[in-house]
């Protein structure tokens, strides 16, 4: 059975940082990446990774202050989120797949909350 499970949301202040991580059990994936969904808005792309690393994909919004990347020995993908802001506040998904572009299994998220 494929699992993905995201962990390390939480309450932060503006400027401040949060790591977040996602395991993977029952397979291993070509690609792995973060979606995001703040309140009354649609869910959307923040970054994804392949298997070995490159290429990375990343919202433009998000370029330089967040940092994806992975240890496959352990089915893990992980989200360092730097400089947060208010606007970042969402709940963060994890999602795997056959390619950064086409994701097929989606974690139940973790939420993310930026204070001004």
């Known amino acids: 059975q494929v699992q993905v499970v995201e962990s390390g949301g939480g309450l932060v202040q503006a400027g401040g940082s949060l790591r977040l991580s996602c395991a993977a059990s029952g397979r291993t994936f070509s690609a792995m990446g973060w979606f995001r969904q703040a309140p009354g808005k649609e869910r959307e792309f923040v970054s994804a990774i392949s298997w070995n690393g490159a290429p990375t994909r990343y919202k433009d919004s998000m370029q330089g202050r967040f940092t994806i990347s992975r240890d496959n020995a352990k089915n893990t993908v992980y989200l360092q989120m730097n400089s947060l802001k208010p606007e970042d506040t969402a709940v963060y998904y994890c999602?795997?797949?056959?390619?950064?572009?086409?994701?097929?299994?989606w974690g139940q998220g973790t939420q993310v909350t930026v204070s001004s």
């Open positions: 999602a795997a797949g056959p390619t950064t572009y086409n994701f097929i299994y």
